[in-house]
């Protein structure tokens, strides 16, 4: 199996940062990450690259990562989606022992941080609506407009701030705001709203708080609590890195951990907007949020992907400033090389073509062949799979007129059956339409388990499900969710909607070796030439099995070994 993308080298700037800090003993010599997601949605392989860059960095330079919630804004967080995060950074091969902290565990300290920053004349209650926020904030050429509650003293401030936290005030009527320099180049830097009236259930501290703390207040303060070394996000923060150096500066805390940005992971014919995703789902565009066509890990994860291969992808892409778009090539490699270990080898024909072999006894029903498990795992063994004189192979194994170097089966041809016996194509019948509905053949019994007796030469192998023996199972043939390369790019008038695949799954019946009908849930397989698939976690029960495929093979049937 070639690898299409062996020239991709791994780069990882963080590393190096880390190994110099280590080198000057910054911090002590500790390395402290964390990973801290928003609670308002699944996680995607967006996400995953950055758990397995924080918690594996950690665990390279002997430290230690915590995760934390980023619960501030209790319009959308859910404890569904708390649970779904912990459950897909488990699945993802990590752990945070006993360092598992929500942002609201901090919110009576951030509160205090924020009566600090008052008292230093640092902050101030304005009464302007978010529009007029906005409007007032200026643009890159030209400076923001002082708010009229800018300068008023440290009493009202205080007062009205406790005022808000009381609930006397509605939602968007009075926020808190630091004061800095309305004339910064850096429209961060721009008095941002620090906390903002939000009269809604917190999922953690019940009504407690009607007021919350924005993103970049809460986040910087929440990694000095913790004692984080290393605050590694994503590149649209770095514009925010002044503002959060600007709140521990300020407030003199204890320790001042350095935040590092790097290029976000991006991914063609994927779409990784939470607020896309989610309307994916709300409006029953995909079938949850673990539909195995989405970008999330718990999708992944059901379509039959594995930790270790996301994790191996997460390495092999490496941690750059520069952003670009990955090739997707690139994470079914990392699947199949994973697969190809692991998956054990069953027979299955998806587009199913009836061969009767004519001259094969009518009366023997016990004939059973040896067939490997998996090649790759001598420990594996082998399973005894039951011939029959009716046979079913794939549709596009055979060709009436084929072209030269077709090594398939063909009127006259000879090939062998995968663990069994060779035949040869002897006649061909037809419907009323024309479409080839069976296939006449003959079989030479010395060829058992797909010898050659005399020394012949045979190219072509191809496999095979007994009619008599083999059984019915759903397979769900999963394509990219998506037609364009670039799906979030649309023309006028259109949306990412428009850019959607009406074939991007496919539900057929197809014919499987018996083995197959015990299939346990979640459970991998290759199917021989053909793909890999897995037991759906959800549908796939006991002599019903459904079978997702996870991703096709890379080696073409010419290369098939017997």
């Known amino acids: 199996m070639e690898n299409p993308n062996e020239n991709l080298v791994a780069n990882n700037f963080i590393k190096t940062i880390?190994?110099?800090?280590?080198?000057?003993?910054?911090?002590?010599?500790?390395?402290?990450?964390?990973?801290?997601?928003?609670?308002?949605?699944?996680?995607?392989?967006?996400?995953?690259?950055?758990?397995?860059?924080?918690?594996?960095?950690?665990?390279?330079?002997?430290?230690?990562?915590?995760?934390?919630?980023?619960?501030?804004?209790?319009?959308?967080?859910?404890?569904?989606?708390?649970?779904?995060?912990?459950?897909?950074?488990?699945?993802?091969?990590?752990?945070?022992?006993?360092?598992?902290?929500?942002?609201?565990?901090?919110?009576?300290?951030?509160?205090?941080?924020?009566?600090?920053?008052?008292?230093?004349?640092l902050a101030y209650v304005c009464e302007q609506t978010p529009?007029?926020?906005?409007?007032?904030?200026?643009?890159?050429?030209?400076?923001?407009?002082?708010?009229?509650?800018?300068?008023?003293s440290v009493e009202?401030?205080?007062?009205?701030?406790e005022r808000m936290k009381n609930g006397e005030f509605e939602d968007g009527t009075h926020t808190l705001r630091a004061k800095i320099d309305m004339a910064s180049p850096n429209i961060n830097m721009r008095d941002p709203v620090t906390y903002r009236i939000k009269k809604m259930n917190h999922h953690r501290t019940g009504d407690k708080w009607c007021i919350y703390p924005m993103y970049d207040f809460t986040h910087c303060l929440s990694d000095m609590l913790?004692?984080?070394?290393?605050?590694?996000?994503?590149?649209?923060?770095?514009?925010h890195r002044p503002l959060y150096d600007w709140y521990l500066k300020v407030l003199k805390t204890p320790c001042h951990p350095q935040q590092i940005e790097f290029a976000r992971l991006n991914i063609n014919y994927l779409v990784m907007s939470k607020r896309k995703l989610r309307q994916l789902v709300m409006e029953n565009y995909v079938s949850g949020w673990d539909d195995p066509r989405m970008p999330t890990i718990c999708g992944f994860r059901r379509r039959g992907y594995t930790p270790a291969a996301i994790r191996n992808f997460a390495e092999r892409i490496g941690v750059t400033k520069a952003e670009s778009i990955v090739d997707y090539s690139v994470l079914e490699f990392c699947i199949r090389e994973d697969l190809n270990k692991v998956a054990t080898r069953r027979m299955a024909v998806i587009n199913p073509l009836k061969v009767t072999i004519e001259n094969y006894p009518d009366d023997l029903h016990d004939d059973e062949l040896d067939a490997i498990n998996n090649p790759e795992d001598q420990n594996a063994g082998s399973r005894k799979v039951?011939?029959?004189?009716?046979?079913?192979?794939?549709?596009?194994?055979?060709?009436?007129?084929?072209?030269?170097?077709?090594?398939?089966?063909?009127?006259?041809?000879?090939v062998r059956l995968r663990y069994a016996y060779f035949?040869?194509?002897?006649?061909?019948?037809?419907?009323?339409?024309?479409?080839?509905?069976?296939?006449?053949?003959?079989?030479?019994?010395?060829?058992?388990?797909?010898?050659?007796?005399?020394?012949?030469?045979?190219?072509?192998?191809?496999?095979?499900?007994?009619?008599?023996?083999?059984?019915?199972?759903?397979?769900?043939?999963?394509?990219?969710?998506?037609?364009?390369?670039?799906p979030d790019?649309?023309?006028?008038?259109?949306?990412?909607?428009?850019?959607?695949?009406?074939?991007?799954?496919?539900?057929?019946?197809?014919?499987?070796?018996?083995?197959?009908?015990?299939?346990?849930?979640?459970?991998?397989?290759?199917?021989?030439?053909?793909?890999?698939?897995?037991?759906?976690?959800?549908?796939?029960?006991?002599?019903?099995?459904?079978?997702?495929?996870?991703?096709?093979?890379?080696?073409?049937?010419?290369?098939?070994?017997?």
């Open 18 to 121: 880390i190994t110099e800090d280590l080198k000057v003993n910054k911090n002590g010599g500790k390395v402290h990450t964390r990973f801290p997601p928003e609670p308002n949605g699944y996680l995607h392989i967006g996400h995953a690259k950055s758990i397995c860059l924080n918690f594996g960095l950690a665990k390279e330079f002997g430290g230690i990562t915590n995760l934390r919630f980023d619960d501030t804004n209790p319009v959308k967080e859910d404890v569904e989606y708390v649970d779904s995060i912990q459950e897909d950074v488990k699945w993802l091969g990590f752990d945070w022992d006993d360092r598992k902290y929500y942002a609201s565990d901090y919110f009576d300290k951030l509160y205090e941080y924020a009566v600090q920053l008052i008292k230093m004349g």
């Open 226 to 239: 913790e004692g984080i070394t290393h605050s590694i996000c994503t590149l649209e923060f770095e514009d």
């Open 386 to 414: 039951k011939f029959s004189k009716v046979i079913y192979i794939e549709r596009d194994d055979f060709m009436e007129n084929p072209p030269k170097k077709f090594f398939r089966l063909a009127p006259g041809k000879e």
């Open 423 to 486: 035949i040869t194509c002897k006649e061909v019948i037809k419907d009323a339409n024309g479409e080839v509905v069976e296939l006449i053949c003959t079989y030479d019994p010395a060829s058992r388990g797909g010898n050659s007796p005399d020394g012949r030469r045979v190219q072509g192998t191809i496999h095979w499900v007994s009619a008599e023996f083999g059984r019915k199972a759903e397979v769900r043939m999963y394509d990219n969710l998506f037609l364009t390369e670039n």
């Open 489 to 562: 790019v649309a023309p006028e008038g259109k949306t990412f909607l428009d850019n959607l695949n009406p074939d991007s799954l496919k539900t057929i019946e197809a014919w499987v070796e018996p083995a197959l009908m015990d299939a346990k849930p979640s459970e991998k397989f290759q199917f021989e030439r053909v793909g890999y698939f897995c037991a759906d976690s959800i549908d796939s029960k006991p002599d019903t099995p459904v079978f997702n495929r996870t991703v096709g093979l890379r080696d073409s049937w010419a290369k098939m070994k017997k």
């Open 131 to 152: 529009e007029e926020i906005r409007a007032n904030r200026g643009t890159l050429t030209e400076p923001g407009k002082p708010s009229p509650w800018r300068d008023r």
């Open 156 to 161: 009202e401030n205080l007062d009205l701030f």
